[in-house]
């Protein structure tokens, strides 16, 4: 029999285990559905990427998205539901390379049905995403073309 290994974890580390556990996940599995970079809802959201935007990664209704998109003339507007735990970025980008993308607006989350509106937009089309942060990690949400 071997000896046990001691792990000792960091506050940030033991958090995101304890969430990954308390969503069915395993925090040491690093190929199958249940692991960061797995799926296991199937909603097409990596689990790292569900936990980032503070959505449940065992639930297929509960993703990162963008619920509307109004344009009227100049200003566009994107609609999401937000997390109370997450700063949301609205980003827009006159191409989809990655740093052509500028942060527009930010608002703290809520847990309730928030906008972010580019009032620069100039009647030119542009990609629009939302980017959601902590102070360790981001998810990035792509709309095309508004």
Sequence with gaps: MSD???LQLSPSTRKSHWREE???LNPFSSLDNDGPNGDLDIDGILNIDEWIADTRPND??????IDDVEKNQDPVTLFFESSPTRIHHGQSGDDLNPSSFNTFEAVPGNGRTLSVTDTNNA?????YRLE???PWNYFRL????C
């Design 22 to 24: 308390r969503n069915g």
């Design 60 to 65: 297929a209704s509960s993703f990162p998205r």
């Design 142 to 145: 792509l709309i095309v073309d």
């Design 132 to 134: 959601y942060k902590e």
């Design 123 to 127: 009647g030119t089309n542009r990609f």
């Design 4 to 6: 046990p290994v001691l």
